[in-house]
């Protein structure tokens, strides 16, 4: 077996102890005599399943009992929907911070349901940084505002909370899931696309104050109402069971592999400073974003020349560094550091750009 | 190893032959060093294997080229929606025929959407049958006609298409996709949800004639624009990726270990004709449908004594079928005879049937 060192920004590398477990699971789970996916959604056995993976997260991520945990479909484009649907129901309005094509989309789509303003955005400087938090003022009549936490593209992640009073504050966390802790508490509603750092592609991940599961806007699709799920436990259809399994399995790897999130986020502060740290005295390439910004997960950089970016990303992947090409909207290269991404990945691949800067300078 | 007989509406029984496959490639995906779970959904190596997975899809479906093959998320209860918000757009009203749970369903969606007339229901009788197909009177201004054509809880397929002119048929398929050959050319949209013939839990397949998809009902979220979907080649968001590679292992066990939907559709109705046979023929059991009604797919059956029925899905579990019982809503027992289940098990299954016909007679 020869796998690679994946550096995709999702769907991303998955811990190699998860996938030895599903694939020795594939044919027969424990004594069912079934895999996982041919099992009814409505059986014991797939019930424990479920409700495993719920209660292996509550305990990561220390989620009070007053929010619920749903498991849905659709991804983070389909909250992008939900959340006005379902939250701008009071005074119909909300606010956006934008830092990043995420949260472009995010509240262009809320635009549709009700009126958005803008609070602040790093459009300015290409996303590289996140607005000063300290100087953004919020409508207290605001139904909710909306931040993108980690952003994927541009490898910024928020220094720290905005201060958003009683205004519930929602936030997209698809690409910093699982990374470190939250105070939970903080926020009206969470969510994530699974397929970073929690699962495969499919499901999606939303964490909502209950006090915040209401009636929606009138036409909303049953299935787009949080509601309906939450009255249901996310089986008011078919949940994707098997990807549910999954992401309770990489819950299982984080507690009883990595011991929990605070152990997590060391690891990842650690791969993360062995990149950044090469990144600020190299000759050759250099970080994009602004160090008071900087993500943990995705470390975008370039050397300054196209056609240079173009040969490390050939370079590295014929050396085994996959997907490290830049999103098509930006360019250069982007490193993304999952929680699967093990220390001496970062360390090889900072190897072999320290190599290949000795033989481009 | 020692898999049992699960007759479960869905999810469902998988091949062996794929779950095997499945098994072996978690780690490693080819030579591409990585499990597909962890791809790029924009990566070369996976829009080989989403593309062969469309290319199968339209090769065992004989799907003519002015159809698009979408791969969703969401399920049939999403399609509840996405139909009338995306069909129901020029006269705002369509036809619905009621021949269970599922249909009802659907045709509740609608009613948010626009104008929908209930051209004919079997609810009279529990929807044990099919209303008489060629009674049925269309309205020539209908957007669609909507039909759920195998209905999985009562057990009861379509005997012949109804002729609805030039309004498009619009069918849900998701407990009969891939069991037989479809005319897809008689149809506008089919849809299903994989989870019972065609793959995991978590997506959702929908081919649809290109010039149906236009501009939808205003407010309809983007994910539920057929449009977008259409445009970005199911690559709008992230596709439900392993649910995908999966859909086309299945289609590669069909079209090379089956040989295509003509020979499935001949296994199918061998293991159907089996449990019918025995069914009519049974001094304890007897099926629920009308003979001209009946599905391949799904057979419900009691025995009468509500005791005896539960006496029966115990000791059936016990003896290894699994998932015998009833729908909630329904009582009794049905079996779900999916492609993946063998011609052996059906065997063993009315076998055992007549063992417990005979200690409780």
Not at 81 to 90: H, S, V
Request: proline content about 5%.
């Amino acid at each position: 077996m020869s796998r690679v060192y994946n550096f995709s920004a999702g769907p991303s590398m998955m811990p190699e102890w998860v996938l030895k477990k599903a694939s020795n699971e594939m044919l027969e789970y424990g004594a069912t005599g079934q895999s996982v996916m041919e099992m009814s959604h409505r059986s014991k056995e797939y019930e424990a399943i479920i409700r495993s993976c719920e209660s292996l997260l509550r305990e990561l991520m220390n989620i009070p009992d007053n929010y619920k945990v749903l498991f849905l479909q659709g991804g983070a484009s389909s909250q992008f929907a939900m959340i006005p649907l379902n939250l701008m129901t009071k005074n119909h309005k909300a606010d956006y911070v934008t830092t990043g094509q995420w949260s472009k989309k995010a509240m262009a789509e809320a635009k549709r349901y009700g009126t958005v303003n803008e609070v602040a955005s790093s459009a300015d400087k290409t996303f590289s940084y996140i607005p000063d938090v300290d100087a953004m003022k919020f409508d207290p009549e605001a139904d909710y505002v909306h931040i993108t936490l980690n952003n994927t593209i541009y490898g910024t992640k928020w220094p720290k909370l905005p201060e958003t009073g009683n205004v519930p504050l929602v936030a997209d966390i698809s690409s910093m899931a699982l990374s470190e802790p939250l105070d939970v508490s903080k926020f009206g509603v969470l969510y994530a696309g699974a397929q970073k750092n929690m699962g495969p592609a499919g499901l999606t991940v939303v964490i909502i104050r209950e006090d915040l599961i209401g009636e929606p806007q009138e036409g909303t699709p049953t299935m787009f109402q949080y509601k309906i799920h939450a009255d249901n436990g996310s089986m008011y259809n078919t949940p994707p069971t098997y990807s549910i399994y999954m992401c309770g399995l990489v819950c299982q790897w984080l507690k009883e592999e990595i011991g929990g999130l605070e152990n997590m986020k060391k690891i990842n502060e650690e791969k993360a400073a062995i990149l950044y740290d090469f990144l600020d005295h190299s000759k050759l390439f250099k970080g994009t974003v602004e160090p008071g910004s900087r993500s943990l997960m995705n470390v975008p950089f370039v050397t300054g020349d196209e056609e240079l970016d173009k040969k490390f990303v050939a370079e590295s992947k014929a050396a085994g560094f996959v997907n490290l090409k830049g999103h098509r909207t930006v360019g250069g290269m982007r490193a993304s550091i999952y929680n699967a991404m093990p220390v001496e990945g970062v360390k090889a691949l900072v190897a072999f750009m320290k190599k290949f800067e000795e033989e481009n300078a």
